[in-house]
């Protein structure tokens, strides 16, 4: 079965320090790999995926598929960055995602 | 705003009890999908459809359905409700059909359902 892990629950740093939000996942084929967030009073909305290589908001994610990683990254945060993080794997058989348990990251001033 | 919407936005009711929560999707989204997100499981993807017919299930109990009508809206039913029903009930929407994440997923605001 499918699995994604944030083995952080919160991760706090201050304004201009690089952040790395973890996630681990287990997946018996070739994952599809994504981040959501969710920010204070808002609703959860997709930041990237690893298809597309993107860079969102200065953060980018790799997968690294030797570790089963997809770590999110920023290289100096800033306190709008504050917000929940969700990492998903989607099942591309059967479309089904699995959402991790989320890390929230609060940036100090 | 996402252009989902969701109601109620709060619910309470009692063990043993049936409600219905109600999704409409952003204007020409074919696709919908239900996620349950409690304290216990985080955010578990229940079930989609996609222009009325199911597509993908994931851990939804066989208390609760869903459905898509004509109109794209959906509802999930949840019956026989127990203490750890209480939860946060998210729905998306995306126009694909691919699981909806090779499209971006819009979502709701939720329905905060309490049972007492």
């Known amino acids: 079965a499918q699995r994604v892990t944030q083995p952080e629950k919160l991760l706090s740093v201050f304004k201009g320090a690089p952040v790395e939000l973890k996630c681990n996942y287990s997946y018996s084929g070739s994952p599809e790999l994504f981040w959501y967030v969710q920010y204070s009073r808002q609703r959860l909305q997709l930041l990237l995926r690893?298809?597309s290589r993107e860079s969102i908001k200065g953060f980018t994610a790799d997968l690294n598929k030797g570790e089963t990683s997809f770590h999110l990254k920023k290289p100096f945060a800033q306190e709008e960055d504050s917000a929940m993080y969700y990492c998903a794997l989607l099942d591309r058989g059967s479309y089904i995602p699995t959402f991790g348990r989320g890390t929230s990251l609060i940036v100090h001033p | 705003d996402s252009g989902v919407t969701q109601t109620p936005k709060h619910l309470i009711t009692a063990t043993g009890q049936r409600v219905t929560l109600r999704c409409s999707p952003r204007s020409g989204d074919l696709s919908v999908y239900w996620y349950q997100q409690s304290l216990d499981q985080g955010l578990q993807f229940l079930i989609q459809?996609?222009?009325?017919?199911?597509?993908a299930k994931g851990n939804i109990l066989e208390r609760f359905s869903a459905q898509q009508f004509p109109d794209l809206h959906s509802e999930l039913n949840l019956s026989s409700l127990e203490l750890g029903d209480s939860a946060l009930y998210f729905c998306?929407?995306?126009?694909?059909?691919?699981?909806?994440?090779?499209?971006?997923?819009?979502f709701g605001p939720g329905t905060r359902l309490t049972v007492l």
């Open positions: 998306a929407s995306s126009p694909g059909l691919a699981g909806g994440f090779y499209n971006e997923q819009f």
């Open positions: 690893h298809i």
């Open positions: 459809y996609y222009n009325g017919e199911e597509r």
